[in-house]
């Protein structure tokens, strides 16, 4: 059993490498010609790492007209980050690991800290940054992910959760305007949050920082791109929020108003179930992970009982009014 474990997983290492970097050497990037590919209502989850996101988009990508950067609604537990999968296809301004920043941070692992107030100024794009070649590339890198992975292109629905997108949320609206993308703004409770990226995670966690320090930057990082969001909705036809906790505590009843925002139809199939089997290749493991089946409704309480006074005042410094937009205290949801 043990060596049938490995295999398994040495499998599913070789199969998520492989979907990875499909797209720079499939042989549709070069005989398919990608302006011809349409592109139809793309469909972007914003919010921070942690919070959410890869649930919610496991979801929607088992929709049968869903579309990754990876796979089509059979891979729906692969890589779903174009910001990083295709990183080297895009524009320098919408990767993740965008490189102009300030020298001094030494931050060689920006995942968790691109919003800090140190690092936003870098980070931050919007319309205002727009330029014909941004536009071109950028719709091309998803035009290659339809042509790619979709059977029917013309019914294809492209499914991003690129988190570094949620501070450039203006910009993507202006590169793909006549295209209709929609935005879904996932939250979570931002005390909870902010403990678990401090001092729990990879790689805030294991920074040569106290604590303290540590709290102020997950803090500034939640604040920060949230507010980024929100500042840039006005600007976007297709937007709506979602608190995770009420997608845990009524699963269907949130998803069914995703899919009706989003204009998909929704399909039983798409929640969580006990006999779901992830594909090989996926990220977790070949047999799961956590992020899917059961739900854990009260999983906010494994962090907010750790928090100390002195946390939530550092914490509340910085989130307090954008915790209280979406009714969120140290004592839950």
Same mark, same amino acid.
Not at 32 to 39: F, H, Q
Not at 213 to 217: D, F, I, K, P, S
Not at 296 to 300: I, S
């Given at each position: $059993?043990i060596?049938?474990?490995?295999?398994?997983?040495? $499998?599913?290492l070789? =199969?998520l490498?492989?979907r990875?970097?499909?797209?720079?050497?499939?042989p549709?990037r070069?005989l398919?010609?990608?302006?011809?590919? &349409?592109?139809n209502?793309?469909i972007?989850l =914003?919010?921070?790492?942690g919070g959410?996101?890869?649930?919610i988009?496991?979801?929607?990508?088992?929709?049968?007209?869903?579309?990754?950067?990876t796979?089509d609604?059979?891979?729906w537990?692969?890589?779903d980050q174009?910001?990083?999968?295709m990183?080297?296809?895009?524009?320098p301004?919408?990767? /993740?690991l965008?490189?102009?920043?300030?020298?001094?941070?030494?931050?060689?692992?920006?995942?968790?800290?691109?919003?800090?107030?140190?690092?936003?100024?870098s980070?931050r794009?919007?319309?205002?940054?727009?330029?014909?070649?941004?536009?071109?590339r950028f719709?091309?890198?998803?035009?290659l992910?339809?042509?790619?992975?979709?059977?029917?292109?013309?019914r294809?629905?492209?499914?991003?959760k690129?988190?570094?997108?949620?501070? @450039?949320l203006?910009?993507?609206n202006s590169l793909?305007?006549?295209?209709?993308?929609?935005?879904?703004?996932?939250t @979570?409770?931002p005390?909870? $949050?902010?403990?678990?990226?401090a001092?729990?995670?990879? &790689?805030l966690?294991q920074?040569?920082?106290t604590?303290e320090?540590?709290?102020?930057?997950a803090?500034?990082?939640?604040?920060?791109?949230?507010q980024c969001a929100?500042?840039?909705?006005?600007?976007?036809d297709?937007? $709506?929020?979602?608190r995770?906790e009420d997608? +845990?505590?009524?699963p /269907?009843?949130?998803l069914?108003?995703?899919c009706s925002?989003?204009?998909l139809?929704?399909?039983p199939?798409m929640? &969580?179930?006990?006999e779901?089997?992830?594909? +090989?290749g996926?990220?977790?493991?070949?047999?799961?992970?956590?992020k899917w089946?059961?739900l854990?409704?009260?999983?906010?309480r =494994?962090? =907010?009982k750790?928090l /100390?006074?002195?946390?939530?005042?550092?914490i509340?410094?910085?989130?307090?009014?954008l915790?209280? @937009?979406?009714?969120?205290? &140290?004592?839950?949801?």
């Open positions: $059993m060596a049938y474990r490995k295999a398994l997983g040495f $499998m599913n070789i =199969l490498f492989a990875w970097n499909l797209w720079r050497i499939h549709r070069f398919v010609n990608l302006d011809a590919v &349409p592109i209502r793309p972007f =914003l919010g921070v790492q959410g996101l890869t649930l988009a496991r979801m929607l990508r088992r929709h049968p007209d869903a579309v990754s950067v796979g609604h059979t891979f537990a692969g890589p174009m910001h990083r999968v990183e080297l296809y895009l524009p301004d919408l990767t /993740e965008y490189t102009e920043i300030p020298e001094e941070t030494n931050f060689r692992n920006r995942a968790w800290l691109y919003a800090t107030d140190m690092l936003l100024p980070y794009k919007t319309a205002d940054d727009a330029t014909p070649e941004m536009r071109r719709q091309r890198a998803i035009r992910a339809i042509a790619i992975h979709s059977k029917d292109p013309q294809s629905r492209f499914i991003d690129s988190q570094s997108f949620t501070m @450039r203006s910009l993507v793909l305007g006549e295209h209709q993308p929609h935005f879904i703004l996932v @979570r409770n005390y909870a $949050m902010c403990y678990r990226a001092d729990v995670v990879t &790689p966690s920074l040569e920082l604590l320090e540590r709290l102020q930057l803090a500034q990082h939640w604040a920060n791109s949230f929100l500042d840039d909705a006005d600007e976007v297709h937007f $709506m929020s979602l995770f997608l +845990l505590q009524g /269907e009843k949130s069914r108003t995703i925002f989003a204009q139809e929704y399909h199939f929640l &969580p179930a006990p779901h089997r992830f594909p +090989l996926s990220t977790g493991s070949a047999r799961g992970d956590h089946y059961p854990h409704p009260g999983v906010n =494994l962090y =907010l750790h /100390e006074p002195w946390m939530i005042e550092i509340d410094s910085r989130v307090g009014d915790a209280r @937009r979406w009714s969120y205290s &140290p004592g839950g949801p």
